[in-house]
């Protein structure tokens, strides 16, 4: 090996986490100190051989690399490949193999190939993470767009929303979420604030306002709250919640109530309409009871009579006092 192969084969091992070298006639690969340190073998622990390296791919990306590799031979072009490589404890551990042809024969075939190998182990469980939690956030949004339930934070410091998953049509700040309430509704949130500021841990306390959505249009949504970060006071300085629109629920609430005024008043009137004729009737049962000249079976029918005419004239008495509260 003359002076200036060796010094820069000195100068690869102290700048890069592990260099290769590959030499076709032979099939044989010098890999770097960093290299097996990089994949925690002993140095000098594997066969210096490109089956060796391809024994150590992952089964998943071997196929795609060694056709990739040998693509760019092809065109004389360095390539820069990911892929994972067995450690010495039998896990894999992802690489980026940046390579390029620097020597070839006359006929052009390829003689040597020199590259790096480079640990992006860490950078990819990273990736995966993001990835993850990306796709939880669609998942999540995907949830709040079917339930048509806004899930909101809302930040006692900064006395704010710091997020809301439907509300993308205002800026998140106290004064404009005050402005869209119902003036009738305001202090009812407030009070409801107040008693998240003494709720305790996992508590949900919920209540009922009307806001006006991006429309102009009132509705009503059922707020659900909870503190989930305090201060190290144990002061609430966040809090969770859901809020639901429930227009629908209310207008059938509405209906349900003038419904039920109607079916009160039909019947108020009604009861006071009925309860002439029966006290007439309880007239004449007096007046026949009172006749001396009866058998055996004209007072019992008179006693049917006057028990069941009674029990009218209590129902009756029933309604008009219910509808009197």
Same mark, same amino acid.
């Given at each position: 090996?003359?002076?200036?192969?060796?010094?820069?084969?000195?100068?690869?091992?102290?700048?890069?986490?592990?260099?290769?070298?590959?030499?076709?006639?032979?099939?044989?690969?010098?890999?770097?100190?960093?290299?097996?340190?990089?994949?925690?073998?002993?140095?000098?622990?594997?066969?210096?051989?490109?089956?060796?390296?391809?024994?150590?791919?992952?089964?998943?990306?071997?196929?795609?690399?060694?056709?990739?590799?040998?693509?760019?031979?092809?065109?004389?072009?360095?390539?820069?490949?990911?892929?994972?490589?067995?450690?010495?404890?039998?896990?894999?551990?992802?690489?980026?193999?940046?390579?390029?042809?620097?020597?070839?024969?006359?006929?052009?075939?390829?003689?040597?190939?020199?590259?790096?190998?480079?640990?992006?182990?860490?950078?990819?469980?990273?990736?995966?993470?993001?990835?993850?939690?990306?796709?939880?956030?669609?998942?999540?949004?995907?949830?709040?767009?079917?339930?048509?339930?806004?899930?909101?934070?809302?930040?006692?410091?900064?006395?704010? !929303?710091?997020?809301?998953? @439907? +509300?993308? *049509?205002? %800026?998140?700040?106290?004064?404009?979420?005050? #402005?869209?309430?119902?003036?009738?509704?305001?202090?009812?949130?407030?009070?409801?604030?107040?008693?998240?500021?003494?709720?305790?841990?996992?508590?949900?306390?919920?209540?009922?306002?009307?806001?006006?959505?991006?429309?102009?249009?009132?509705?009503?949504?059922?707020?659900?709250?909870?503190?989930?970060?305090?201060?190290?006071?144990?002061?609430?300085?966040?809090? !969770?919640?859901?809020?639901? @629109? +429930?227009? *629908?629920? %209310?207008?059938?609430?509405?209906?349900?109530? #003038?419904?039920?005024?109607?079916?009160?008043?039909?019947?108020?009137?009604?009861?006071?309409?009925?309860?002439?004729?029966?006290?007439?009737?309880?007239?004449?049962?007096?007046?026949?009871?009172?006749?001396?000249?009866?058998?055996?079976?004209?007072?019992?029918?008179?006693?049917?009579?006057?028990?069941?005419?009674?029990?009218?004239?209590?129902?009756?008495?029933?309604?008009?006092?219910?509808?009197?509260?």
């Amino acid at each position: 090996m003359t002076i200036h192969k060796l010094l820069l084969r000195t100068v690869l091992e102290a700048v890069t986490e592990g260099w290769w070298e590959w030499r076709l006639p032979e099939n044989q690969v010098y890999q770097s100190e960093g290299w097996f340190k990089m994949l925690e073998y002993p140095n000098g622990a594997l066969a210096p051989s490109l089956d060796t390296w391809v024994d150590l791919l992952h089964p998943d990306e071997k196929e795609e690399v060694l056709q990739a590799q040998e693509d760019y031979m092809k065109k004389d072009q360095s390539w820069q490949l990911e892929f994972r490589l067995r450690t010495y404890n039998g896990t894999y551990k992802w690489v980026r193999s940046t390579g390029k042809v620097v020597d070839r024969w006359p006929d052009n075939s390829v003689r040597k190939v020199v590259g790096i190998h480079q640990d992006i182990d860490e950078q990819k469980q990273l990736e995966e993470e993001n990835k993850s939690q990306k796709e939880k956030l669609m998942m999540l949004q995907g949830v709040f767009q079917v339930s048509h339930t806004s899930f909101n934070i809302y930040d006692f410091i900064r006395k704010r !929303l710091v997020y809301s998953s @439907n +509300v993308n *049509h205002l %800026k998140l700040n106290t004064e404009v979420i005050l #402005d869209i309430i119902h003036p009738d509704d305001v202090q009812k949130v407030l009070d409801h604030r107040e008693r998240i500021m003494h709720a305790k841990d996992q508590e949900v306390l919920e209540t009922e306002f009307r806001i006006s959505d991006k429309n102009g249009e009132t509705i009503w949504v059922l707020v659900r709250d909870s503190v989930f970060r305090r201060d190290e006071n144990q002061m609430p300085t966040q809090a !969770l919640g859901s809020a639901l @629109n +429930v227009t *629908h629920f %209310k207008q059938l609430e509405s209906q349900l109530n #003038d419904r039920v005024r109607q079916l009160n008043e039909i019947s108020y009137k009604s009861a006071h309409q009925i309860r002439g004729p029966v006290a007439t009737i309880l007239g004449l049962v007096d007046l026949l009871k009172q006749e001396t000249h009866h058998n055996y079976l004209d007072e019992t029918i008179i006693g049917h009579l006057e028990t069941t005419v009674k029990k009218l004239d209590d129902v009756i008495h029933e309604i008009i006092l219910f509808n009197k509260k």
